[in-house]
C-alpha cells in the first residue's frame, strides 16, 4: 500500500508557501502522494499546480474538487493546466458534496446526483483525452473543441460511496478516494464493488485511496475526544454516516489510527489488507513530538524498516 499525505489540515490558514513546503517535504521524506482538498477560497487544483513547482516526482492530487460549483468543461482546463505544471503528476479527484452543502449553501437543488456525475464524465473526461467533447444531458452539456496544454491527461477519481457511484467510479474512472471509511467498510463494500465494476468494464484494478487521521501519543483517549469534537460534522451527513455504521462507531475519531507506534502501524496493515492501494494522512499530534513520531511511523511503515 501506497502512503501519501493528506495535507487539508493546512487550510486551516491557507498558505501556498506553507502548503508547498509541505509537499517538497513529503517528497523528501519518500511519500508517494500529496492530496488537498477544496474546503476553503484558496483553489485546490491551481494551489496544487503552484504549490507543487518545487518537487520533482511527489503525485499531487484533489481530495476532492466538487462538481457542482464548476462546469465539467472548466474542471477540464484547471485540470489540464495543472497536468502540464506538474510534469504529469497530477490527479484530478471529484466528489459530489452533500445534500445540506449544496442546498444550504450554495443555494441549488440537489437532485439526480448519479445523472448529474454521469453527464460530468461524458464532458470532462472526452475533453481531457481529445480536446471535444459533444455532450447534450439533463444536466451537464457541452459541444467543443481546443487545443490542450498537455496530451497527456490526468488521471480521475471519485469519492465514491455507494453502490452506484462506486461502479461509475470502477467502471469508467481511475478509483476512489474515501473518507469516513475505514478497513471494514473497504473490504465488505468499497473494494468488491468497485474491483467488480472495473473487471466487468474490462479496465485494471482502480486505486482505492483511504485518508484518515493518524495520530501517535501516549494519551489516545484525549487525543480521540479531540478528534471527536472537531470533526463531529462528518458523522451528521448521511454519506459519511452509512460507511460509519459498517464500521460500528459514532464518529470519524473511533477509526482514526490513534495511539502507540504499534497500535498506528497495526491500523495502517489493516487498511492494507483490507484492499486499499493507498493511504492518504492526516498527521495530528499535539506537540512536535508527537507530530515527529507520527511521521515518522508513517515512514517506517512504508519502508518495512
Request: glycine residues 10%.
Amino acid at each position: 500500500m501506497r502512503v501519501g499525505i493528506n495535507g487539508t489540515d493546512k487550510l486551516l490558514a491557507p498558505d501556498l508557501r506553507v502548503i508547498a513546503t509541505d509537499i517538497e517535504q513529503a517528497e523528501a521524506d519518500g511519500f508517494t502522494a500529496y492530496w488537498l482538498a477544496q474546503t476553503t477560497l484558496l483553489d485546490a487544483i491551481s494551489g496544487l499546480a503552484i504549490a507543487a513547482s518545487g518537487s520533482n516526482t511527489i503525485t499531487v492530487g484533489t481530495a476532492v474538487v466538487p462538481t457542482w460549483t464548476r462546469h465539467p468543461q472548466v474542471a477540464a482546463a484547471a485540470a489540464l493546466t495543472a497536468q502540464a505544471a506538474t510534469g504529469g503528476r497530477f490527479v484530478l479527484g471529484l466528489g459530489l458534496l452533500h445534500k445540506p452543502v449544496v442546498e444550504n449553501y450554495l443555494h441549488m437543488t440537489w437532485e439526480r446526483p448519479i445523472r448529474h456525475m454521469l453527464d460530468y464524465l461524458d464532458v470532462l473526461q472526452p475533453l481531457l483525452t481529445d480536446g471535444a467533447a459533444d455532450h447534450t444531458g439533463e444536466v451537464w452539456s457541452y459541444t467543443g473543441s481546443s487545443v490542450r496544454p498537455t496530451s497527456d491527461p490526468p488521471k480521475v477519481m471519485l469519492a465514491a460511496l455507494g453502490e452506484q457511484m462506486l461502479k461509475i467510479a470502477g467502471r469508467r474512472t481511475d478509483g476512489t478516494i474515501l473518507w469516513c471509511v475505514g478497513p471494514k467498510t473497504i473490504e465488505r463494500q468499497i473494494a468488491p464493488i468497485i474491483n467488480g465494476a472495473a473487471g466487468d468494464a474490462g479496465r485494471p484494478d482502480p486505486a482505492i485511496v483511504c485518508s484518515l487521521p493518524v495520530w501517535v501519543t501516549d494519551n489516545p483517549e484525549a487525543a480521540r475526544h479531540f478528534l471527536a469534537q472537531i470533526l463531529a460534522m462528518y458523522a451528521t451527513l448521511p454519506s459519511y454516516r452509512a460507511m460509519l455504521d459498517i464500521e460500528g462507531v459514532h464518529g470519524i475519531d473511533g477509526i482514526a489510527l490513534v495511539g502507540s507506534e504499534q497500535e498506528v502501524a497495526d491500523g495502517l496493515a489493516a487498511v492494507a489488507e483490507s484492499g486499499a492501494t493507498d493511504f492518504a494522512a492526516v498527521v495530528m499530534g499535539g506537540n512536535p513530538d508527537e507530530l515527529g513520531r507520527t511521521r515518522h511511523t508513517l515512514q517506517t511503515f512504508m519502508t518495512g524498516v
